[in-house]
């Protein structure tokens, strides 16, 4: 069964740290690209950052670029996301989500890992 | 600063048929841009319905469609059910690995 588990989420104060990881299972997770897209209570979907497969290639939006790290260790099936600096625009549900080619598009997606972020 | 616009809401009865759409603030989608559907339900993650304008992702039913309409992309639902009753997101690509969602539009069947 292909599966992503996100893990790492929690409570954090203004201007802290945390880091989300993401376990792959089920699919070859080396091959594939990576992205984590975001969803604060009540809104939209955020795309938030992409990794290639070998991570030579990286991108961030602008909202979190400068703040947010994006990797991977592919010999783990794992993908993180280091984010600091953390303000309470960052509140939100965290996904890792599977980057696919052709096409750009997006799966599979794991269930999320909430980030508060609050004094 | 690149907006991608979606319908913050459409209502659709069961058995009828609606179209959402994926526009840009500035310009028209088309082919290039990548566009994806993606279905979400309170509480759940998001579930891909359509990539690449108009190809349905594995499991997802032949009333969902994909397709650009003029200068937008859209996503049609044809035979709406009450499970269809969620909230929908398009995505378009930008180029230089960067993607941009729509707002979302909450779709209510009844």
């Known amino acids: 069964e292909v599966q992503l588990v996100e893990s790492g989420g929690g409570l954090v104060q203004p201007g802290g740290s945390l880091r989300l990881s993401c376990a792959a299972s089920?699919?070859?997770?080396?091959?594939?690209?990576m992205n984590w897209v975001r969803q604060a209570p009540g809104k939209g979907l955020e795309w938030v950052s992409y990794?290639?497969?070998?991570?030579?290639?990286?991108s961030y939006a602008d909202s979190v670029k400068g703040r947010f790290t994006i990797s991977r260790d592919n010999a783990k099936n794992s993908l993180y996301l280091q984010m600091n600096s953390l303000t309470d625009e960052d509140t939100a549900v965290y996904y890792c989500?599977?980057?696919?080619?052709?096409?750009?598009?997006?799966?599979?997606w794991g269930q999320g890992t909430l980030v508060t972020v609050s004094s | 600063q690149t907006v991608v616009t979606q319908e913050p809401s459409f209502s659709v009865s069961p058995g009828g048929t609606v179209t959402l759409t994926c526009g840009l603030s500035?310009?028209?989608?088309?082919?290039?841009?990548?566009p994806s559907w993606y279905q979400q339900t309170p509480g759940q993650a998001p579930r891909t319905l359509i990539y690449?304008?108009?190809i349905r992702s594995s499991g997802v039913p032949d009333r969902f469609s994909g397709s650009i309409l003029g200068n937008k992309a859209a996503l049609t639902i044809t035979g709406a059910q009450t499970d269809d009753e969620s909230d929908y997101y398009c995505?378009?690509?930008?180029?230089?690995?960067?993607?941009?969602f729509g707002g979302g539009t909450k779709l209510t069947v009844l």
């Open positions: 989500a599977g980057g696919r080619a052709p096409y750009n598009w997006f799966d599979p």
């Open positions: 089920g699919f070859t997770f080396s091959i594939h690209a």
């Open positions: 990794i290639g497969n070998s991570d030579t290639t990286i």
């Open positions: 500035s310009g028209s989608v088309s082919t290039s841009y990548y």
């Open positions: 690449g304008t108009k």
């Open positions: 995505v378009l690509y930008m180029g230089s690995g960067l993607w941009v």
